[in-house]
Structure formats: structure tokens, C-alpha cells
């Protein structure tokens, strides 16, 4: 079945530095992909989305590639803020369900 | 436009109790699904409603799980009896209907923290 799978975490960085969080799907079809974001004591937040191949979602800094040949869809940013300390989760969806990966908790230090 | 709204932000009760959590969409969006994420892992499909029909029940656990929509608007989950491995959190999510010119872009709510003791 379809599903999406993310690099565990936690991660943590300093500021300034550089954020990688791989994600891969397995979808039949071509589904959506997103990344959402849930920051300490609040909801999920849509953070990016890509609806075709070869999209790139970007938001806030962020930024995500749709890579149908590799199936991913990898999170980057060039430099993280220590308010960017939050549960990342990526997501597809190609009907009416979102099926997510586990999180990937990013912890960012001054 | 306000987002979607969920009641309460959390919930204590004990194994054997019931508790309801209530979602409220965006107006307008006659989708709304409910979702959980237990214990750390990942966020898991529980239903989809469309307008006050339940279109795709497949990840609501066991009967003790009761969702209801009447009216189309506002959604109640109710877990009646609650076990341990009820606790967790309950997000809720709402959006357009396919074919209205929009995405297939959920919007969830804050979510209702559960914890049984």
C-alpha cells in the first residue's frame, strides 16, 4: 500500500546551519506530497505542498522537490532559526486520505 | 478566515469513561476527516466524512469509536468505553470538495490531546 517513510530523528543543529530531512513515498498513481510542520504546544501546519513531478513547494525558507524517479521528497533549508525547532512531518495524498511518516523532530541551538 | 477548530485542547480522563471531542471545519468545506497520532508515531487516518456522510470509516480502530456529522457542519468522536491505548492525539481536518477549482490540500486543526489513566 502506499506509505511514506522519513529519516528519524531528532536532528539537531546549531543556527545558521544547514537542514536535510530525506522523505520517500511509495504511491500507485501520483499522489500530492506535503511537508507539515508542528511547532512545541500548537496544531499542525501546512508548511509545503508539490502536486506534480518535478514541483518544488517552498515556504518560509524551506523548500521541497517533487522527485518522481527517486520517489522523494526531500525537505532543505539554507539556514535554520532556533524558531524552527518543531516536529516536521512529510505527507502524501492521492484521494481523500493523507498518509504521513513518523515526524522528524528538529531541535535548533543558538 | 478562521481555521479549523477543535474542543477541548485536552482531555483527562480515566480507563472506562467516555469523552467526545468536537471539530469544527472551515466553512464550506464539506470534507472533514479525523486523524491520531499515538504515542509518537505517525499521524493515522480514522474517517472521512463528506457533508454528513461517512465515506471512508477504514482506520477507526474498534467500536468503542462513534463519529457522527449531523448537518454537515460541525463533527463529535466519541469514545466510549476509553482504554489506555485510546490516549494520543486527535487532529481533525477539513477541505473543499473536489472539483470546486481547489486542492486536495487538508487543513487540520490544533488537535485534542487525550490521555487516558
Known amino acids: 500500500g502506499n506509505s511514506v517513510t522519513q529519516m528519524e530523528g531528532p536532528v539537531t543543529l546549531s543556527e545558521e546551519a544547514f537542514l536535510t530531512i530525506n522523505c520517500t513515498y511509495t504511491?500507485?498513481?501520483?499522489?500530492?506530497l506535503f511537508w507539515y510542520v508542528q511547532y512545541p504546544g500548537e496544531g499542525l501546519q501546512l508548511l509545503l505542498k508539490?502536486?506534480?513531478?518535478?514541483d518544488k513547494g517552498s515556504n518560509k525558507g524551506f523548500e521541497a522537490t517533487y522527485r518522481k524517479e527517486t520517489t522523494s521528497f526531500h525537505l532543505e533549508k539554507g539556514s535554520v532559526q532556533v524558531s524552527d525547532s518543531a516536529v516536521y512531518f512529510c505527507?502524501?495524498?492521492?484521494?481523500?486520505?493523507?498518509?504521513f511518516g513518523a515526524g522528524t523532530r528538529l531541535f535548533v541551538k543558538a | 478566515e478562521a481555521g479549523v477548530t477543535q474542543f477541548p485542547s485536552h482531555s483527562v480522563i480515566e480507563k472506562g469513561q467516555t469523552v467526545t471531542l468536537r471539530c469544527d471545519p472551515i466553512?464550506?468545506?464539506?470534507?472533514l476527516y479525523w486523524y491520531r497520532r499515538v504515542m509518537g508515531k505517525e499521524i493515522k487516518f480514522l474517517l472521512h466524512?463528506?457533508?454528513?456522510?461517512?465515506?471512508?470509516e477504514s482506520g477507526m480502530p474498534n467500536n468503542r469509536f462513534l463519529a457522527e456529522r449531523t448537518g454537515g457542519t460541525y463533527s463529535t468522536l466519541k469514545v466510549q468505553p476509553a482504554e489506555l491505548e485510546d490516549s494520543g492525539v486527535y487532529f481533525c481536518?477539513?477541505?473543499?470538495?473536489?472539483?470546486?477549482?481547489?486542492?486536495?490540500?487538508?487543513?487540520f486543526g490544533p488537535g485534542t490531546r487525550l490521555t487516558v489513566l
Open positions: 481536518a477539513s477541505s473543499h470538495l473536489p472539483g470546486t477549482g481547489t486542492t486536495d490540500t487538508q487543513y
Open positions: 504511491a500507485t498513481g501520483y499522489p500530492s
Open positions: 508539490a502536486t506534480k513531478a518535478d
Open positions: 505527507a502524501q495524498a492521492g484521494g481523500f486520505k493523507t498518509i
Open positions: 466553512s464550506g468545506h464539506d470534507n
Open positions: 466524512f463528506v457533508k454528513e456522510s461517512k465515506q471512508d
